[in-house]
């Protein structure tokens, strides 16, 4: 039996938690790995995905993007009807929640969501309560759908001896809902929810201009930029750079809230980060709570000191 994983790219370049589902694949019950591509090629990191133990690639061909998740899925129940895979894991994004949904819903199998961690006898870990607990769950049913959350589990490199490649042309997915057009926000600098160093800004950055510190200390530590939804609701930066129960959940190496009092809404999306810096005014902020290192002070003093700092050692 085989476990089916599917990729997630940008511009043809592998995103990191495509990697991360391999590795989650083999954590949890086979070896037997078969990952999926759709309308892509896969020339650019077809070696990177031997290296993690990928037995089989599938190339999905259709005759139209593959935008939305009503169409990727009604690709992707082609596949599993004629390959009959054990199961399938997905990265916890919007689209592919709603795909993993549909195949759980459409074949009747155990389906969990936002996965984080892998017992080693198999019980799938989730976060409940915005993270204040983890719920133990085991799939019962004869298949499984999951999906993971990105930066969570480690990349280990587990080399398979041969992939073998498979083209599916599927021509013309028919569905009710049809793309008129495609419009591409561009984005500077590193992206947010693959970033391994963050620095976000909440209420207490007070304007949009003043939000420029933050940007400035990210591009110094090669970072992204975040922000809370309170500053994202007072319009000091877009509404793409929110992080938290109702925007991004990441997980960095390094997580710098700056300006941020931590609304359990917002500690939800970012609790998992490896270390996290706070810097504010209040001493009694609940971001203080589950930083690692709290910085009680204005954030206009203390990151223009961070900066030169950087720069000295640079």
């Known amino acids: 039996m085989k476990t089916f994983i599917v990729l997630e790219t940008r511009n ?3 995103k990191a938690v495509s990697l991360e589902l391999i590795c989650a694949a083999k954590k949890y019950n086979d070896n037997n790995i078969c990952a999926i591509l759709v309308n892509e090629s896969a020339d650019n990191f077809i070696d990177d995905i031997k290296k993690y133990g990928v037995n089989e690639l599938i190339i999905i061909n259709t005759t139209e993007p593959m935008v939305t998740s009503t169409n990727l899925t009604e690709a992707l129940f082609s596949l599993h009807e004629k390959y009959q895979p054990n199961g399938w894991i997905f990265s916890n994004t919007v689209t592919f ?10 074949y009747k199998l155990g389906c969990v969501t936002d996965v984080v961690g892998i017992t080693d006898d198999g019980l799938l870990l989730k976060p409940l309560y915005s993270g204040k607990a983890i719920e ?5 049913t004869n298949g499984f759908v999951f999906t993971v959350r990105q930066s969570c589990f480690e990349l280990v490199q587990q080399p398979s001896r041969e992939m073998q490649i498979v083209t599916e042309e599927l021509g013309l997915i028919i569905t009710k809902i049809k793309v008129k057009e495609i419009a591409t926000k561009i984005k500077e600098g590193v992206d947010l929810s693959e970033a391994k160093i963050i620095v976000a800004g909440g209420r207490g950055v007070k304007t949009k201009e003043g939000f420029e510190v933050i940007k400035q200390l990210a591009d110094k530590l090669g970072g992204a930029v975040g922000a809370s939804r309170g500053a994202c609701d007072a319009d000091y930066c877009d509404y793409s750079l929110q992080i938290g129960q ?6 960095p190496d390094l997580y710098i809230a700056c300006g941020i009092s931590g609304a359990i809404q917002h500690i939800a999306g970012m609790s998992n980060s490896k270390h996290i810096i706070a810097i504010n005014k209040d001493p009694d902020a609940p971001i203080f709570n589950i930083s690692d290192l709290c910085i009680v002070g204005d954030l206009f003093e203390v990151i223009p000191i ?3 700092e950087l720069s000295n050692n640079s």
Do not use: F, M, P, Y
């Open 12 to 14: 043809n370049n592998l």
């Open 97 to 106: 929640k709603d795909c993993a949904t549909r195949i759980a819903a459409k």
């Open 136 to 140: 133990k769950k085991q799939i019962l």
């Open 246 to 251: 109702t925007g991004k959940i990441v997980s």
């Open 306 to 308: 961070l900066i030169e």
